[in-house]
Every structure is written in structure tokens, then in C-alpha cells.
């Protein structure tokens, strides 16, 4: 079976009325999904010492890719200012989460990539927050959970939603 095309607006592209209440629908569900972690992901967080932009710059760079990311390909992935985005690498560097190395090809490049500790601490959140959306879904009755397993067999055929859940699926691998 063919995935579907996917249409990515661009980011200044005005959204429809009904893509906007689609949007607050599948807010409220996702807010209710996230809240079922029992504050475990704030703990997590709070015991870590993270900014909000630490943990989104450590759990991107903990993910499965090709190659390691410089700053500015991050900053871009992650819609943050170069800025920001260069801080919050700063922070977790100094605090061994992050090793920043020279590019093989371009000395000018520095290369990020998780140390085994920032690799156990994103770990730790994404479980976290996992372990939440387990507890919706063992909410869920017959049902809902029914049409929820038919609604996301449909949405994981696009190529960007497999690779993620394959990617959370095997777990941690280090």
C-alpha cells in the first residue's frame, strides 16, 4: 500500500476554521494524554535541572539519524533561534550531557551528539512520557480504542509518524 501525500503548509499559510478546531480537538486529547504521566515528565525534568529548550535540544539529539547535527541544522529542526538553540547546547556541554566534536570534513563544523548520560536522561523522559499515553490508553474503552487503532494504523503510514514510532517501539538501544 502506497503512503499518502502528505501537504505541509507553509508556516505563515493561514489555517482554516476547521483545521483550527481539528487542532483544539486533538490539543485536548494530547493535553489529557500528557497529564496521565502522573507529573512524572516535570519530575524528571525538575530532578534534572533542564530549560524547556535543554530537554527538546537533548531528546532530538538522543533520536536515531544519519549523521550527527551541527547548531544551526538544530535550530532549524527545532523552529528555535540560533541563539537560544547555541545556549541551551552550551548548557547541557558543560554539564557532560552533550559532546559538541570537530567535523571530519569541514574543521570549521562542530558536530552534537548525546553522551551515554544525556542518553539516559532522554530516555527517562521519553519513557515518562510513554508510560503517560499508556494510561489513557488502558482508559480507553472498547470502543474508542477500536477507532483510536484505526485512526493511527491510518496516520502510520506516513513516512515521518513510522519512523518515529519505530524508532520508540525498539526503545533504547545503548
Do not use: H, W
Amino acid at each position: 500500500m502506497q503512503a499518502p501525500t502528505v501537504k505541509t503548509p507553509p508556516r505563515d499559510a493561514r489555517l482554516s476554521a476547521a483545521d483550527r478546531e481539528l487542532g483544539y480537538r486533538l490539543g485536548a486529547v494530547m493535553l489529557r494524554c500528557l497529564s496521565g504521566d502522573s507529573g512524572s515528565v516535570i519530575r524528571t525534568l525538575d530532578e534534572s535541572g533542564l530549560s524547556f529548550s535543554q530537554m527538546k535540544v537533548l531528546v532530538t539529539l538522543a533520536g536515531e539519524r544519519d549523521e550527527p547535527l551541527t547548531v544551526n541544522g538544530l535550530a532549524d529542526l527545532l523552529g528555535l533561534s540560533l541563539a537560544s538553540t547555541s545556549r541551551a547546547v552550551d548548557g547541557l556541554v558543560k554539564r557532560d550531557l552533550v559532546l559538541r566534536v570537530e567535523d571530519d570534513r569541514d574543521r570549521r563544523v562542530r558536530r552534537l551528539s548525546p553522551t551515554t548520560d544525556g542518553r539516559r536522561l532522554s530516555d527517562r523522559i521519553l519513557s515518562a512520557r510513554l508510560e503517560g499515553l499508556g494510561r489513557f490508553a488502558a482508559s480507553l474503552g472498547e470502543e474508542e480504542r477500536d477507532r483510536l487503532e484505526q485512526a493511527l494504523e491510518l496516520l502510520l503510514r506516513r513516512d515521518e509518524i513510522a519512523v518515529i514510532y519505530r524508532q520508540y517501539r525498539q526503545g533504547p538501544q545503548r
